[in-house]
C-alpha cells in the first residue's frame, strides 16, 4: 500500500554513518517514513545493514531515532513541525549526537522511559545543553542522580508545540516503566520490543505484572501502531499481539 521512492535530500546528514535514504509514502495524512541505511551498524553482536535513525510524519510529528552507545539504545527526538519545538525521549548516551541532531528545534523537555543506567547516561549533558525540564514517574525517580525537574503519570500528556506526547505507565521492566504515544506511534522504552517484553531478570523487574502491562494497556493500541522501542528495531501491535501466550509460556 505504500509507495517507495528514493530520496536524495537527506535530513540526517549529520549522522556520520548515513550513506543512504530511502522513503516510504502513502496514505492520508500522508506518512513518510524516512530510513537511513548504515555501514556498519551493530545490534546485538550482528551486523545489520539497516539502521533507522529517521522517521517523518508530515502534517503531524517528525522523529529523529538514533541509535546510540554499546547496547544500542534509541533516542528519540519528537518535532512539532509548526513551531519546532521538541522533546528527547531518553538520554541514553553519545549526546553530542543527540544535540547536532536537535539542531534547528526548541527542546522543551527531556522524558525518560526508565531509570535504567544506559538510558540516562547522557542526561546530566543534555539537561545542561538544553536548559530542558527532566521528567520521568515518580517510581523511578530515586535512580536518578539528581531530582526531576517533574514527575509523570499516567495519562498525563506532554505537551510540545501545538502536539502532545501521552504517557502511558506500563510497570514490570521496572515499577515506573512509562511508554509514550502519539498516533500511530508508541515508544515503547523497554516494556515492548519485537519479540516480546523487555527483560525482568534483575532487582526490579517483575515478568508477571510486565505482561499485564502488555496485555491490558500497550496491546489497546490499534494493530497498525508502530512500535519504536528503547533499543533495536521496530516492530508494530499487530505483529507482537498473537505471540502473547507464546512469551507467558516461556517466563521471559
Ligand atoms: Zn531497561
Ligand atoms: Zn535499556
Redesign the pocket.
Known sequence: MYSRCRSTEDPVAADRHVISLEVISGGSPALVLAYAYSKSATIAGNRHRRRVVALHFANSVQVKKLGVGPANNNVYLVTCPTTRESVVIDASAEPDRVIAAADGTKVVAIVLT?G?RD?IGALDVLRQAFGAPVGIHTADKAMLGEKPDFEIADGEQIRFGRQALTAIHPPG??PGGLSFFHAPLLFSG?TLFPGGP?ATAHALGNFAQVIESIRGKLFLLPDETFVLP?HGLDTTIGLERPSLEEWITRGW
Open positions: 526508565h535504567h538510558h521492566h521496572t523497554d523487555g528503547g
